[in-house]
């Protein structure tokens, strides 16, 4: 009997260890509403994260996410219009949980000649994609400090590295992402926190549903790996960002591109 205890309680501590070490925190998704969104939420819930969902406009879709996850391991759902200083001032006031991961995947594209343009635009994309990243970032990097650990994953885009033709201003802002990477990156690596970026290719979402067949396959044409990449490859990426064992990688773009 006393054998039969020992090892139903070396068991328990084993299966309780397991489920301690899976504990890996509160992740903040901003854009979870999207497909990349989406796909990052599942995955590093099979991590062992808690999430905290953002969305604005598709509650829709987080709701079905979350219905998709288990009870547990969603927080909360979190609406912020992160177009406009106001709103992201009132999405940072409703954000009252600690924030041990941030994964930014929020914002849209521009396709248009740079001169046709509109100022509107231009201020836009630059709240969304950039003001929004840092004045959140600033908010929970205080809570990762105090712990000397935590980590931010950026979604940018290969035009933020290459530039695209017709998408000035959205390669400007998706380039201001990456050098917010690498300068972060340095500033905070003393500190115990990670900081790096996934810069996708051409990824199946609904973003890219605008282009004819005729353009899908000549951008088909020019990636070596004569595919599509999957919201699920980004998302694998962000997963191999976060984990401990990639933990000296800092300051790095990973591009999921497909050699494009």
């Given at each position: ?38 796909e990052i939420a599942r995955r590093v819930v099979e991590e062992g994260y808690q999430l905290l969902l953002h969305y604005n ?88 400090i105090e712990k000397q650990s935590g980590n931010i994953v950026v979604v940018s885009s290969i035009w933020g590295n290459t ?98």
């Amino acid at each position: 009997m006393k054998t039969v205890f020992l090892y139903v309680k070396s068991f328990r501590n084993k299966v309780n260890k397991e489920v301690s070490m899976k504990k890996k925190g509160n992740c903040l998704i901003i854009g979870a509403s999207g497909d990349i969104g989406r796909e990052i939420a599942r995955r590093v819930v099979e991590e062992g994260y808690q999430l905290l969902l953002h969305y604005n406009s598709n509650r829709k879709a987080v709701d079905e996410l979350a219905s998709s996850l288990p009870e547990e391991a969603v927080l909360a759902i979190l609406h912020g219009d992160l177009r406009t200083n106001e709103g992201i001032s009132m999405f940072l006031k409703s954000l009252d949980l600690p924030v041990d991961t941030l994964v930014f995947a929020s914002g849209t594209s521009h396709i248009g000649l740079f001169q046709d343009t509109e100022e509107v635009t231009m201020d836009l994309m630059l709240t969304v994609q950039v003001k929004a990243l840092w004045m959140i970032a600033r908010h929970v990097i205080p809570h990762m400090i105090e712990k000397q650990s935590g980590n931010i994953v950026v979604v940018s885009s290969i035009w933020g590295n290459t530039g695209a033709s017709c998408e000035v201003v959205y390669s400007s802002v998706k380039g201001a992402q990456n050098s917010f990477v690498k300068s972060l990156g340095k500033e905070l690596a003393p500190c115990g926190i990670k900081v790096n970026g996934i810069s996708p290719g051409y990824i199946d979402t609904k973003m890219n549903e605008r282009f004819s067949f005729e353009e899908r396959q000549s951008i088909l044409s020019e990636i070596p790996a004569n595919k599509a990449g999957k919201p699920q490859d980004v998302a694998n990426a962000a997963a191999f960002l976060l984990d401990p064992r990639s933990g000296y990688i800092q300051g790095e773009i990973i591009n999921v591109t497909g050699a494009w």
